[in-house]
Each structure stands twice: as C-alpha cells, then as structure tokens.
DNA sequence: GTAGCTTTGGAAAACGTTTTCAATCTGGCG
DNA sequence: CGCCAGATTGAAAACGTTTTCCAAAGCTAC
C-alpha cells in the first residue's frame, strides 16, 4: 500500500504530530529527530494524500476547463496557453467538454466543482450569468468568450464583433457590394457576434445584407452550400465565412465548380488556424488570439483564486487582427 | 458554506447514518424519513464532498491523460475520443503535457497519481517499462503510442512502422527511387518507427536510403528543409515526411521554389490531418487514426478499473491506412 | 533552590463520509 | 403474556492529514 504519515512516523520513531512539523516546517523540531524524519519519508517515497489535505479545507491544487467542445486546433491552442502556466506551478488540469443542453452541461459543473480551487469556462451557449448562478458563489470563476453583461464577472472575450466588422469594411473597400455571409451554429455567441459585427459593417456604408446562408463552422456546410451562393441572384462577389473552416469548405466547392478565388469571387474568413496560410489561395481571415484568451483567462483566475487580483473583476476583450492574405487580394 | 451530510440530517430530523442509507440505498429506511431526507437534500442542494468519499478508498472517479503536447488537432482528436467516454460515464478528465525531461515527467505523474483512478500515458520519450516502474503497481495504467515490450503492460499503439512500409512501397510501386526522408524530432517514439518503416521499406526492394533529413514535426523546418532537398545529388524524385505539418511546409517551399508537386518531386506525409485532403495538391499520407486510439484506450483503461477486463493485458496495434491523393499521383 | 519561560513532543480534535455494530421497536407466534 | 426475528435507527470507528492544546523538560534569573 501507498505510505502514510504514520508509517514515516513509525520508521522514524517519533509521533505523526512530528512528522507533519518537520515535513511542512511548521515549528521547531530537534535536528536529530528532523533528520530521521526526513530520511523515513525519503526511503518510504512518502507523498500526502491529496483528498485528506483537501478534506481539511486546505487546496486542492486544480484548475478545470469547461470547452464547448475539445476537438479543433483553435481549442487545443487555447488549452496548451493554459497548461503551461498551470504545469509550472504545479497545478493539475480538469477538462470537460460537450454539454449541449443545459441538463449535461450542469451535470458536468457538479462533477468538477469541488474538485478544482477554479474554473474557467468557455460557453458559448448560455451567458456568464446563467452559469454563474450555477455554480457556489464562493468558486473563483472566470468566463472566456462567452456573452456577460454583469461587471462583477471575471471573462475574457476576443473582439469577434470588431473584427467581423473590420472585416466586412475591407471587403467593402476592395469594391464589393455584394456580400454574402456564411452563419456559424444557430445561438452560439461567438457565431452571433461575428454575425453581428458583418451587419453592422455593411450598415456603416449603408449597404443591405444580401445573403445569409445558415452553416455550422464545419468544412462540410461550407461546400455544401457553393450552389445557393452561385445561384443566387444577384450573385455575391464575396462572401464572408464565420470561421475558417467552413471557409475551407467553400474554397474546395468553389474550385470544384470552376471558379477562381479571390478573381471570381472573394473569401473571407475567422480564426487565422493554421492551415489558412497554407491554404491555396492563402485565406484572409480575422486572428484570433486563442492562445493569448488562455493565457490571460489563467492569469485573471490563478490572481482570483490567490487573493491578489485587489477585486478587480471585469470583461477583458483581447483585440483581433486582419490577416490580409491572397482569397481577397 | 457547502452543506454537508450532517445539515441534511439536522433539517430531516434524522442522524447522518440514515441520510447516508436513504441516498446509497444501502439498506431499508422508514418511507416517511426517506422522503423527508430526499427532500432536505434537494432543499439544500447536498452532494456529496469528493474529498471525504476518496479518503474512504472509494473510487476517485477521474482519468488521467498525460500528453506529449496538447496543441495540434492529432492530439485533440485523441483526446475528444476519450473524453465523450468519460462524460457518458460521469467521470471527469485530468490532463497534462509538456514533458521535456523526466524530472518533469515524473513531477507531472505525482501530481496526478492519487487524483485519478486509472492513466493513459502516451511518452514519446520514455519506454512503457520506465514509466511503469515510477507508478504505483496497482495504479491501472494503459499507455498510448509509446514503445513497450513487457507483454504484462497495457498499451494501445497505431502501426506507424508498418505505415510507413507500405508508404515507402508505394512510392517505390510509382517508379522512385531517390526517395528522400524527413525525420521527426529525435528519440521520439513515433518518429523513430516511421523512419524504421521506411527503411524496411526501401529495403525491401532493395534499395538504399539516399537522403534522411532532420526535421522535427513542424511545418517551419519542412519549409526549411527544401533547399537541401534541391541541392542534393542525387535529387530526390519523391520526398517522405515523417507527418503531415513538415509535409505541408515542403509543399510550401517546393511551390516558392517553383517546383510542382508530384510532376516534379512527389511528396508523402503521415497522420492525415484534417487539412491534408485540402491542401493543394491534396497530400497523400498514412492516417493514424487517433481519434480510435483514444477510445480503445479508455476502454481497456475502464475495464481494468473496474476489473472487468479479465487480466487481458497487452498490445492492441490500431492499422493505419494509405490514403492516396494528389502529391503522389 | 525555585518561579517562570522556552523548547519539544504527544494526544486529540476536526474535516465529511461510509460502514459496522449495537440498540430499539414492531409484529407474529406459541 | 413472553419471546424471537426482522426491520429501523443511531452511535461510533475509520480514512489521512493539519493544527490546537497540554504536558514535560530544560533553561534563565533571582
């Protein structure tokens, strides 16, 4: 079996009182006696029991992150700017993914709740404030790319709304009147947001959106609708896609029904992954600072969690940046 | 506070010992008191301290992961393999990464080894048998596209080495004969055998390596790599990348280089990434299928949690796939 | 030599839960 | 009416640790 305190104490002959003083320093002990202390708790490979520690009310030592979903390199770079700040402090990571309603998605708060000393939660179904509501109001807690309005929540959200809107305003000036948009999943807010900032992009030249085709940020929703964009009419001489895999998807139709981009007809994209640089022609897309949005959302939870952060809660909004690349150029 | 067992006691007007009985059904209660502890419970909103039941010896009811590295989408397939099990089942999932060095490795394996009842361990750097023997001996344990030979140990790998066999005959089918290789990062597991699998494959035609470059898995270094591919003389006609991302920056670089692919040089990777049937020209490649190799993991991991797994300990070897596209038509 | 202080070590409480053990109560049967 | 079996119930131990509280012992200063 796994050692215990009092099997060090044993083999040191002194009480477990001792051991716990000379292990944790917490007062003077004889140096004799340390010594044997420390040697007992070596040959032993003795290690606390993590669950006893936090059954004294002390940390646990955790983190946990509750994704909409794992899959997709746009989340795995979000975790990796989270996991190397926890790994060097020594703190484990709790990741849980795939709550589609909001039975699954509470199931899985109660399976982490006291498990972590904090959260960090991407949900791009329900607001902060729903989910906060869910959650012990002692629990650090910090919302990443998620729709919040209360000032007193901790969140971090990339600027999806400005950089659709910046977006839609290069398209414009590059000549297009055209525009059609390409939605992201029905009530998701990062999908609204975008959505949000291309109508308001073209209302600040005062253009009227023409086409919003309904699509789910997969490869597949992209291609599959090449046919209602060229058979639209008028047929747009762009079209803006709410992230960049589904942008990938309308590249491969496209090209598979003989059009030239960005001659024919430009795209446009969300994301910068790592393929739209690769991609022929290279997409021009909206950066999103997923790896920064992890870093910054760990940082804001680990100074609630120490009591350092001074009270100071708020939405941080991380900028994102044009990539001119050559699907519009 | 949190309530506790003995809040839900106090407000049903019973002892701990039948809250406990009512919410277990571990033996018969009163109806009446039953449904008075029922109702106290879910006034109170109790659940039970994790912490407390973990110390009693009961299962702690998580996994652990230990990754090489979380950031690329081969790994985030993996991982979302494990985690819609985990999830199904209640379970939650701690995961960690980035272990350069075994001080490391095994700081990362402490911190998980009491929290978890099972680990899924995939070390590209450190044989099965090492990593076992710095575990618990009764710490389920099943390892991951790592090397193993003690055929006690529990492991699930994808046939890299035979992939990569059949990939290099391919390109030996297709008339090359200069075939260049580009290896993976050093003493890694997986790069190690797919540079094996090529090997035996030139030999098994009875051909010689011409040209093994070093690369580590990046795209950058393929990039990087294409001018000593055109140095070279002989000049390879085919060039085989250890996977997908370093082949994707060959293809790059051979396009800046004004080289077309496969007319002028035919180019293989391995993994097949989502982008790989994207690229331009579409990337012919051995699909490692990850995403199978997560869920066969965790469910050997499962079964010798639970003990349902019959003393069946082992190698599964996943097959892996040619998939042939445009780079080496 | 003794009062009072400091240093040291051990016993015990506390954290929240399950489980074992013993006690009480109920009803049936002789 | 007395007794036994079974059904309910509560008290208490146990899990591994930190920490508080006491007691003992050594020391200093008078």
């Given at each position: 079996?796994?050692?215990?305190?009092?099997?060090v104490?044993k083999?040191a002959?002194v009480?477990?009182?001792?051991?716990?003083?000379?292990?944790?320093?917490?007062?003077?002990v004889?140096?004799?006696?340390k010594?044997?202390v420390?040697?007992a708790a070596?040959?032993?490979?003795?290690r606390p029991?993590p669950?006893?520690l936090?059954?004294?009310g002390q940390?646990?030592?955790g983190?946990g992150v509750?994704?909409?979903?794992?899959?997709g390199d746009?989340?795995s770079?979000?975790l990796?700017?989270?996991d190397r700040?926890?790994?060097q402090?020594?703190?484990?990571l709790?990741?849980?993914?795939?709550?589609?309603?909001?039975?699954?998605?509470?199931?899985v708060?109660?399976?982490?709740?006291?498990?972590?000393?904090?959260?960090i939660?991407?949900s791009?179904?329900?607001?902060?404030?729903?989910v906060r509501?869910w959650?012990?109001?002692?629990?650090p807690?910090?919302f990443?790319?998620?729709?919040?309005?209360?000032?007193?929540?901790t969140?971090?959200?990339?600027?999806?709304r400005?950089?659709?809107f910046?977006?839609t305003?290069?398209?414009?000036?590059?000549?297009?009147r055209q525009?059609?948009?390409?939605?992201g999943?029905?009530?998701?807010?990062d999908?609204?947001e975008?959505l949000?900032?291309?109508?308001?992009?073209?209302?600040?030249h005062?253009?009227?959106?023409v086409l919003?085709?309904?699509?789910?940020?997969t490869?597949?929703?992209?291609?599959d609708?090449v046919?209602?964009?060229l058979?639209?009419?008028?047929?747009?001489t762009?079209?803006?896609a709410?992230?960049?895999?589904?942008?990938f998807?309308l590249?491969?139709?496209l090209?598979?029904?003989g059009?030239r981009?960005p001659?024919d007809i430009?795209?446009?994209?969300?994301?910068d992954?790592?393929?739209?640089q690769l991609?022929?022609?290279?997409?021009?897309?909206?950066?999103m600072p997923?790896?920064?949005?992890?870093?910054?959302?760990?940082?804001?939870?680990?100074?609630?969690i120490?009591?350092?952060?001074?009270?100071?809660h708020g939405?941080t909004?991380?900028?994102?940046?044009?990539?001119?690349r050559?699907s519009?150029?």
């Open positions: 079996m796994v050692p215990t305190i009092r099997d104490a083999r002959g009480s477990i009182s001792t051991v716990s003083r000379v292990l944790n320093g917490s007062a003077s004889h140096e004799e006696k010594a044997r420390r040697a070596d040959e032993l490979g003795y029991n669950a006893a936090s059954l004294l940390r646990v030592g983190v509750l994704l909409p979903y794992i899959a746009i989340f770079e979000f990796s700017g989270i700040i926890t790994s402090q020594g703190r484990f709790m990741v849980s993914s795939s709550h589609r309603n909001d039975a699954e998605f509470r199931a708060l109660r399976g982490l709740e006291r498990r972590v000393d904090g959260l939660v991407m791009t179904e329900f607001p902060a404030e729903t509501a959650l012990p109001a002692d629990l807690l910090v990443a790319n998620t729709e919040v309005h209360d000032p007193e929540i969140a971090v959200n990339a600027d999806n400005g950089g659709a910046r977006m305003e290069h398209l414009v000036e590059r000549g297009h525009i059609a948009f390409l939605k999943p029905d009530g998701t807010y999908a609204e975008r949000t900032g291309f109508r308001e992009g073209l209302a600040a005062g253009l009227e959106p919003e085709l309904p699509c789910d940020f490869l597949e929703c992209g291609e609708t046919p209602a964009i058979a639209a009419d008028p047929r747009p762009a079209v803006f709410a992230n960049d895999d589904s942008a998807g590249l491969t139709g090209r598979e029904a059009l981009v001659e430009a795209i446009a994209g969300v994301d992954s790592k393929f739209s991609a022929i022609p290279s997409l021009t897309t909206v950066r997923m790896r920064q949005m992890g870093r910054t959302a760990i940082e804001r939870l680990l100074a609630e120490d009591g350092t952060n001074g009270g100071s939405l909004v991380l900028p994102t940046e044009l990539v001119l050559q519009t150029a």
